[in-house]
């Protein structure tokens, strides 16, 4: 399956604006690139990319004045499969962890294991560990909370989304992985392209948040907010929460005029 992919920001500065943005697709795929990701500026102006810790790839330049956009677009090849299933993968005990999953098991800016994790072990605790417990989590996330655009709040917190029972993408993963951080299961926010391949189309194409857990030696992916396997993830970032990987960092104020997103399978148009 070939799938193509992108998007156009359009923001307004008043005065010239240093920016970071992590919008790139994540270095593992670029393997799978048919037509290289594109990236354009208008006003065109100088731009270079780096690794932060998390190997995600940042994007850096300073937006002029007045009117700016960015704009990419790209081809990549997928399996075309869905997310896999593996009901029988079970949790590493913390002992046994590798040390860079450790920070996966902590509380972080949008995830207070500290203030849920009672609420976890009441919820959670006797479910079988593994797969079994993280699909329960993400069962009652999914159930939990209501999903809305207008209900979108970039403040949010687990917390707060477990006790207002409302969020976007971003809140669902965010309660989910603090769940599972309360229950000892590593645990790391994700964002990406997710589009509406083998499925109706119910929201407008926006940047998708999920969740990757550790288990069997393995990150696999969870997905509370549509909680079934999907075709075409693209992932963009990941880290401990959606602090660790804004589409944009501003070192200065902006306004954004305009965001669209796309993603959608070209198989056969090419």
């Not at 070939?2 to 998007?7: D, P, S």
């Not at 932060?52 to 990549?76: E, Q, Y």
């Not at 669902?172 to 997710?194: D, E, K, Q, S, W």
Request: proline fraction near 7%; charged fraction near 25%; glycine fraction near 8%.
């Amino acid at each position: 399956m070939l799938i193509r992919f992108g998007y156009e920001i359009a923001v307004r500065c008043e005065a010239p604006t240093p920016m970071v943005c992590l919008m790139d697709i994540r270095p593992e795929r670029r393997r799978d690139m048919v037509s290289p990701e594109k990236v354009v500026t208008t006003p065109e102006v100088p731009k270079r990319t780096y690794l932060d810790m998390f190997g995600n790839v940042c994007r850096r330049f300073t937006a002029l004045p007045g009117d700016f956009s960015i704009w990419a677009d790209g081809v990549v090849a997928d399996s075309g499969l869905l997310d896999p299933v593996h009901s029988k993968a079970q949790e590493v005990p913390v002992q046994d962890l590798p040390d860079a999953c450790l920070s996966f098991l902590l509380g972080s800016r949008y995830c207070e294991t500290d203030a849920l994790s009672q609420a976890a072990w009441d919820l959670f605790g006797h479910e079988a560990p593994g797969w079994n417990r993280v699909q329960a989590i993400c069962d009652y996330v999914h159930g939990h909370l209501a999903f809305g655009y207008e209900n979108a709040r970039a403040t949010r917190t687990a917390k707060e989304a477990y006790e207002e029972g409302v969020g976007v993408c971003r809140d669902y993963a965010h309660l989910a992985i603090t769940f599972c951080r309360c229950m000892n299961i590593p645990a790391r926010y994700v964002n990406g392209y997710l589009g509406d391949i083998g499925v109706p189309i119910l929201d407008p194409m926006d940047f998708s948040a999920w969740m990757e857990v550790y288990l069997d030696g393995e990150w696999m992916t969870f997905d509370p907010r549509n909680n079934v396997p999907r075709i075409g993830r693209l992932q963009v970032a990941r880290g401990r929460d959606a602090a660790d990987v804004p589409l944009i960092n501003s070192f200065g104020p902006h306004t954004l005029k305009s965001f669209r997103v796309w993603t959608y399978d070209v198989t056969g148009l090419r």
